[in-house]
């Protein structure tokens, strides 16, 4: 069940980020370059996890285009051609980079136990 849905979802090409404004008033603001490095598809992710460095040109940042798929998420078309990542609204609302939400997420990370500690 997702916690938290979009009112209105815009793109803002001149300043290249994705705007969304949630239904309990959270105002999020996501660079393009910002949400392709975060993309969830199963290549992109493991890369992540795997630390492995990923290098793109910039035409991998420029968003081509967006569709919503079913009421629970966005496909984002980069310009690459890249556009396996299937953003849910929770994912999206979880990866928020405004102040408030990268600060919860800091503290929230800091009160994990590290698993160098083992």
């Not at 994705?18 to 598809?41: K, M």
């Not at 035409?59 to 798929?69: E, K, M, P």
């Not at 310009?79 to 299937?86: F, N, S």
């Amino acid at each position: 069940m997702m916690k938290h849905y979009p009112l209105k979802v815009q793109v803002d090409y001149p300043r290249k980020i994705l705007v969304i404004d949630w239904d309990d008033g959270h105002h999020s603001e996501y660079p393009f370059r910002y949400l392709r490095e975060l993309c969830p598809c199963a290549s992109c992710t493991k890369d992540r996890e795997e630390k492995r460095p990923k290098i793109l040109l910039d035409v991998a940042f420029r968003l081509d285009g967006i569709a919503q798929v079913g009421n629970y998420a966005l496909n984002l078309i980069w310009g690459d051609g890249h556009a396996h990542g299937i953003y849910n609204w929770d994912y999206l609302r979880e990866i928020c980079p405004c102040p408030e939400c990268t600060a919860r997420r800091e503290a929230q990370a800091a009160a994990e136990p590290s698993s160098d500690a083992r």
